[in-house]
């Protein structure tokens, strides 16, 4: 159970090699060692995270994880929980993709949906199966301004993070009920291996950043959090601006 000032016990990183996923776990683990899972697909990194976190005295799993194994990830989900309760679930997978190769290249927008949509859709109802019987915990849902209005210049990126955004809104209201919360964070540009070699937008944050912004989230309740607070602001003069206008920006 997550205490009465806000810290979990238990944490599952779905993206488990996630740079602001991680960051998150820090800064939850700073408080208390935690219980973690973390979960993506094996490589050197998985282990390497898994050990730090180790040496930080947290208790670590790793399971197998591939976001385009759709079918897969109920199971994974189970496995999870086959331990106990999870006191906060972190979904913080997703790829950038080339923003003009992916609506001229089919596989290429098709490996984007599957990832940044279809399958924080598909653990999301596992989750909230697994959370509804359990009668608490929090989901952090890793979304980004780039889906509040979606730019010519990353199109398809910015639709399937405006899915995964809509999702995990309504998720969250549909879970209210039975004593789970869910918080949506949307990011602006975050300095990653994700955007390395990309220039920086104004706004830039270092993942420690979004991370905190996104324990406090969890522990106020909050359902919808910026990372910075500013880009609330930001977006939502963007939503107001005519359209015959907005194509103009150079955004």
């Known amino acids: 159970m997550i205490d009465a000032v806000g810290n979990p016990q238990s944490l599952l990183l779905l993206g488990g090699t996630s740079e602001i996923g991680l960051a998150i776990v820090d800064r939850f683990a700073s408080q208390r060692p935690l219980r973690v899972v973390l979960a993506a697909r094996p490589s050197e990194r998985l282990d390497e995270a898994a050990e730090r976190l180790r040496a930080k005295g947290c208790t670590v799993s790793t399971l197998a994880f591939d976001a385009r194994k759709p079918e897969t990830h109920a199971e994974i989900v189970d496995k999870a929980f086959a331990d106990g309760d999870i006191d906060v679930t972190v979904v913080a997978f997703g790829v950038l993709g080339d923003a003009e190769r992916a609506w001229q290249d089919v596989e290429h927008a098709r490996e984007m949906a599957e990832v940044n949509f279809l399958a924080p859709v598909t653990v999301g109802v596992a989750l909230a199966n697994r959370l509804r ?49 869910v918080a949506v964070v949307r990011p602006g540009f975050v300095h990653t291996k994700m955007t390395k070699g990309l220039k920086a ?31 609330r602001f930001v977006m939502s003069a963007l939503r107001h601006i005519p359209r015959a206008i907005f194509r103009k920006l150079p955004i």
Do not use: C, M
């Open 133 to 181: 019987q359990q009668g608490h915990g929090s989901v952090v849902a890793l979304s980004s301004v780039a889906g509040e209005r979606v730019r010519r210049s990353n199109f398809v990126y910015g639709s399937t993070k405006a899915g995964l955004d809509g999702f995990y809104l309504g998720l969250g209201e549909a879970l209210k009920p039975h004593g789970v919360h």
């Open 201 to 231: 937008a104004p706004l830039a944050a270092q993942p420690e950043q979004v991370a905190e912004i996104a324990v406090t989230a969890v522990r106020r309740r909050q359902d919808l959090v910026w990372a910075p607070g500013q880009w």
